[in-house]
C-alpha cells in the first residue's frame, strides 16, 4: 500500500509562486507514474499534470500550461509541483495520485493511491 503526503499548500497572494511536494511511503516509488489533481469548492477533481516513472514525459492540462511544471526526484520518493503566475481559479484542494500502469491518461480512475490533498487558497 503506498501512502501519499502532500504538503507546500497555503494562502498565496496572485502572481506568486508555491511548490508542492508529496512524500511516497513506498520504496518502489520509482516504478509509479505520479500525477497532480485539484478540486475547487464546488467542482468535480479535474487533472492538472502527470509524469512518468523515470520523469522522461509530462502532461499538463491547458490551463496550467507554461505555469506550473511536474517533476519527481526517485532519490527522495518526491513529486513535485512548481506553480508560478498563480490566478484566484487556482485555488483548490490538490491531490497527489500514483499509477502502477502509467500512460499518460488524465483520468482520475487511472490512479490507484492517493493522498489526502493540500489547500491552495489564491487572494486576488
Known amino acids: 500500500q503506498v501512502q501519499l503526503v502532500e504538503s507546500g499548500g497555503g494562502l498565496v497572494q496572485a502572481g506568486g509562486s508555491p511548490r508542492l511536494s508529496c512524500a511516497a511511503s513506498?520504496?518502489?516509488?520509482?516504478?509509479?507514474?505520479k500525477g497532480w489533481f485539484r478540486q475547487a469548492p464546488g467542482k468535480d477533481r479535474e487533472f492538472v499534470a502527470t509524469?512518468?516513472?523515470?520523469?522522461?514525459?509530462?502532461y499538463y492540462t491547458d490551463s496550467v500550461k507554461g505555469r506550473f511544471t511536474i517533476s519527481r526526484d526517485n532519490a527522495k520518493n518526491t513529486v513535485y509541483l512548481q506553480m508560478n503566475n498563480l490566478k484566484p481559479e487556482d485555488t483548490a484542494v490538490y491531490y497527489c495520485?500514483?499509477?502502477?500502469?502509467?500512460?499518460?491518461?488524465?483520468?482520475?480512475?487511472?490512479?490507484?493511491?492517493w493522498g489526502k490533498g493540500t489547500q491552495v487558497a489564491v487572494s486576488s
Open positions: 509524469i512518468s516513472r523515470n520523469g522522461g514525459r509530462t
Open positions: 495520485a500514483a499509477t502502477r500502469d502509467w500512460s499518460g491518461n488524465p483520468r482520475d480512475a487511472a490512479y490507484d493511491y
Open positions: 513506498e520504496r518502489t516509488f520509482s516504478s509509479y507514474g
